[in-house]
């Protein structure tokens, strides 16, 4: 047979077998949506999943949500592309998980009822912290379901063969790309408006199992085809990647040393520290997160489902060592870059590569390919409902019930305002993801933590820790530190200025981190404190009753 011939019945069958695995996914997660759908009653079914999880499955679920397209695409290609520098955002995602565990998860979930704001306004005047924190929560989904969409994205455009130059039914890549962004986000908003927490979070137990099964077996194939020789797996990496010994060491991406030009260099290595400093306390003020620790009955169920969060993504984290340096070595850079610049598709290229190796020609290429990319979509799915639960709560149960209806609006209401607003949410997202597909998924999802750590981190740890904090600085730690996270990123090269920005013909670019928390997170920690001092207003009888419920679990509900 023709080779050209062959291949193109190869990418036929792949095609046919990924629409068909992927089509059994989204059948399958619309089921368990229906009937989480008949469960959902109350405000609490729909915001809470009636608060029925144990520990074990609020911790996949967890697992679930952090495990995002960011983690399993968005890492792996900056491994397979920058070696070292790749592997820092799992490390940072990774420790995050300890602050999160040690300041937040038991004194959150035995203080709040359905959302963040919850525990801000508990001791503050309702109407301004409310207002605020569903502005917060929004901001930072927005930019977390960014990355989801790129991703998804990116796959779709692997999956189906559209590589520059090529169509599928008429569309060319750019043209498919965006027909997915759209597809992506009215399945979410389909999973949220109809199935609400419990459905949401059955969709990401699932998906949390596909994607650690996913992972390991094709670290087992990339250990294997090396015959479980881990220097001889990364001699090849350095060599395929183009970039020799560097490869190994840092400062291939981050921190780089450039000669004679010390302002340079200092900035790199501010950048460096900034991711960082985000990564690691940007989880802490994740609200998609923060809600997960209301699913639970009890504050003990809380901790038990974090230390499974833990074990579940820290033994993801080092997959994904294996999954990009395995890519490095066996796709190869110049593959990978020449099907997406970023490098999302590194992952589902190397599954390709083993397919072919293990389970024989194109047909078992194809076969692995689609599993993978199966198993990526479910990620993306999963992910993005979460976000978007987690900001269409806020704003019904925040904005809507408490600020516009001042407490008075009936559950039912407050459950049609919150699909209401998944819907708009859906919508904006959908719009911004079009113009960010140059980025990675993975360094737009730090971006998302340095506006959480910004915005959320300062109010929530000031809420539980200080006595003297009102609503004044609550009010001016939210704003302050998102405000200035958002203002820095806009005015940064990741928005202007770059080959790789998302407006590249444009430059209106003055700063020069590609991360903002290094300044805008004490910025958020300082306007907290000013705006603290500059009011008068104190309440220490409400400080008690609150560390009261956030340390026994008296009175939550």
Avoid at 495 to 507: E, K, L
Wanted: some cysteine; overall charge neutral; hydrophobic content about 55%.
């Amino acid at each position: 047979m023709d080779p050209v011939l062959a291949a193109e019945a190869g990418d036929t069958t792949a095609r046919n077998l990924t629409i068909t695995l992927f089509l059994i996914f989204v059948a399958v997660t619309l089921a368990i949506t229906i009937w989480a759908s008949r469960q959902t009653k109350t405000a609490t079914d729909f915001y809470a999943g009636g608060r029925s999880f144990s520990g074990f499955q609020n911790g996949m679920a967890i697992g679930g949500d952090y495990m995002s397209a960011a983690s399993f695409l968005g890492i792996a290609g900056l491994i397979a592309l920058y070696g070292y520098d790749g592997f820092l955002y799992s490390i940072g995602f990774l420790v995050a998980w300890l602050v999160a565990l040690l300041l937040v998860a038991e004194l959150l979930r035995n203080s709040g009822r359905y959302t963040m704001a919850d525990v801000l306004a508990f001791r503050m005047r309702q109407r301004p912290v409310r207002t605020a924190a569903a502005v917060s929560t929004i901001t930072v989904s927005i930019f977390y379901l960014l990355a989801q969409m790129v991703g998804a994205g990116a796959l779709v455009a692997l999956l189906l063969g559209i590589k520059p130059g090529t169509t599928f039914l008429g569309m060319d890549a750019d043209a498919a790309k965006i027909a997915t962004i759209i597809m992506v986000g009215a399945l979410m908003i389909i999973y949220v408006t109809v199935g609400g927490m419990k459905g949401t979070t059955y969709v990401q137990i699932v998906k949390a199992f596909l994607l650690m099964s996913g992972a390991v077996v094709m670290t087992l194939l990339v250990l294997a085809k090396y015959k479980f020789n881990l220097s001889s797996l990364l001699g090849d990496a350095a060599s395929s990647s183009g970039k020799g010994s560097a490869f190994l060491e840092p400062g291939l991406r981050y921190g780089v040393e450039v000669a004679g030009n010390a302002t340079q260099t200092f900035y790199n290595k501010m950048d460096l520290l900034s991711l960082g400093i985000a990564l690691v306390l940007g989880t802490a003020g994740l609200p998609h997160i923060l809600i997960r620790f209301y699913t639970v009955p009890t504050a003990k169920a809380a901790r038990k489902s974090v230390l499974w969060a833990i074990g579940i993504i820290g033994t993801f984290y080092l997959l994904t060592l294996a999954l990009g340096f395995g890519a490095a070595a066996l796709v190869g850079g110049e593959a990978i870059t020449a099907q997406d610049r970023a490098g999302n598709t590194a992952a589902p290229q190397l599954a390709q590569v083993l397919g072919v190796d293990f389970l024989g020609g194109d047909l078992g290429g194809a076969t692995l390919l689609a599993i993978i990319a199966a198993v990526a979509f479910a990620t993306i799915l999963a992910v993005v409902a979460g976000l978007t639960l987690a900001s269409s709560s806020s704003l019904a149960h925040d904005f809507y019930a408490n600020v516009l209806k001042n407490g008075q609006a009936s559950e039912r209401q407050e459950v049609n305002i919150a699909r209401i607003s998944a819907l708009v949410i859906g919508a904006v997202s959908i719009a911004l993801s079009i113009f960010a597909q140059n980025l990675n998924v993975a360094f737009l999802v730090a971006l998302a933590f340095a506006v959480a750590a910004s915005g959320n981190l300062p109010a929530i740890l000031y809420s539980l820790f200080w006595k003297r904090f009102n609503t004044s600085g609550a009010v001016w730690a939210i704003y302050g530190g998102l405000l200035a996270a958002v203002v820095l990123v806009f005015f940064s090269p990741v928005v202007s200025g770059a080959p790789t920005a998302m407006f590249p013909d444009h430059d209106w670019q003055w700063f020069p981190l590609s991360n903002p928390g290094l300044i805008s997170i004490p910025i958020g920690f300082l306007c907290g404190w000013i705006g603290t001092l500059v009011s008068k207003e104190r309440d220490d009888q409400k400080y008690a009753e609150l560390e009261v419920r956030a340390l026994t679990g008296a009175g939550a509900h």
